[in-house]
């Protein structure tokens, strides 16, 4: 089965990842009245209007399904570590739900990332300094 144009979305629904959804549920019920700790994944999904008559909509595919790519080419993302403006020193692509993306991104961020300690006195100060070329 090849990749599903847009439009597609609404005959073929893909399965819910209820890990990603148990996590955007642990970070999100303090902040959101539509959640609750005892909320089952489904509830949570048809509180947000991402799931109607047991399906998950399109933008809960894109959100919350296990294989968003399967339906949607463009949903993965990229980051690359730079020496200059044009010498790419290492790339990273992640793909998956934007969850799942953005995990991914900051790992490979945090793994190359520049940190300059002080030592002062007893103590260590960490400045952490992040260097990136934007064109």
Do not use: C, W
């Not at 509180?47 to 294989?67: A, I, M, R, S, Y």
């Not at 300059?116 to 006195?121: A, G, T, W």
């Amino acid at each position: 089965m090849g990749v599903l144009a847009f439009v597609d979305i609404e005959k073929v629904r893909g399965k819910i990842d209820n890990e990603t959804v148990e996590t955007f549920k642990r970070l999100a019920k303090k902040r959101l009245l539509e959640i609750s700790g005892e909320d089952s994944v489904e509830k949570i999904l048809e509180n947000f209007e991402l799931l109607k008559d047991g399906k998950l909509t399109n933008t809960g595919v894109l959100l919350f399904g296990e294989n968003p790519r399967r339906y949607v080419l463009s949903t993965f993302a990229r980051v690359g570590r730079f020496k200059t403006p044009i010498d790419i020193l290492d790339t990273v692509e992640v793909k998956g739900n934007p969850f799942k993306q953005l995990a991914g991104l900051m790992s490979a961020i945090k793994k190359h990332i520049s940190v300059r300690f002080e030592i002062k006195d007893i103590e260590r100060e960490d400045n952490g300094i992040i260097l990136f070329f934007l064109h």
